[in-house]
Structures are given as C-alpha cells and as structure tokens.
Nanobody
Framework: QVQLVESGGGLVQPGGSLRLSCVAS????????MGWYRQAPGKQRELVIT???????NAADSVEGRFTISSDTAKNTVYLQMNSLKPEDSAVYYC?????????????WGQGTQVTVSS
C-alpha cells in the first residue's frame, strides 16, 4: 500500500512557474514508475510526465521542454517543475505511482492539487 500526497498547486500568471511535490509513504521502494497526470474540467485525465526507477522520463508533447520531473529517493518525493505555464495547463494535477510486488503491479493516485494559470 502506498499513499501519495501532493502539494504546491495554486494560481500563477501565464509565463510563470510552479513546482509540485508528491510525497510517497511509507516509501518509494518497489515503485517502478511515478508521474503526474492532469484533468481539466470536461476532459479526460491525461498523462503529463513520468519517471521510471531507472531515471528515464516520458513527457506529453504539450509539456515537452517546459515541464521536468525529478525524484529525491531520500525524501520519497517526486517533483514536477512547470515553467512557461499557459492557461491550457490549468487542471487538477494528480500524482501517480506504479508498484511492483511479486508478479503483480498496483497503481496508486494522490488526491490531486489544483493548478490555475490565469492573469
């Protein structure tokens, strides 16, 4: 069982930056991939960016070059650095973790944090 808690959301002007954090408890051991998804009103949840336990990342085309993901294993935390934010980036951002135990995978979600990009 893994619990994910996001923080760092808020209101930012277009062109601004924001950093989201996701703390996994009790630890990120056995987590093979973590990432961020987002959901805007009336739209489906979509991939933003992920990072594997080997360090490889996968980002949506819409955020490539603007958003980066990083992890701090000592703090059991994954970060999403968002730069050059656009109004279309406004959404609830969810932290996601994929856990591998035995021969099974388990997926976990955080409660979400709101990001609003507006002047």
């Amino acid at each position: 069982q893994v619990q994910l808690v996001e923080s760092g959301g808020g209101l930012v002007q277009p062109g601004g930056s924001l950093r989201l954090s996701c703390v996994a408890s009790p630890s990120i051991a056995n987590i093979i991939r973590m990432g961020w998804y987002r959901q805007a009103p009336g739209k489906q949840r979509e991939l933003v960016i992920t990072i594997s336990n080997g360090g490889s990342t996968n980002a949506a085309d819409s955020v490539e070059g603007r958003f980066t993901i990083s992890s701090d294993t000592a703090k059991n935390t994954v970060y999403l650095q968002m730069n050059s934010l656009k109004p279309e980036d406004s959404a609830v951002y969810y932290c996601n973790a994929l856990l591998f135990v035995g021969f099974s995978t388990y997926e976990y979600w955080g409660q979400g944090t709101q990001v609003t990009v507006s002047s």
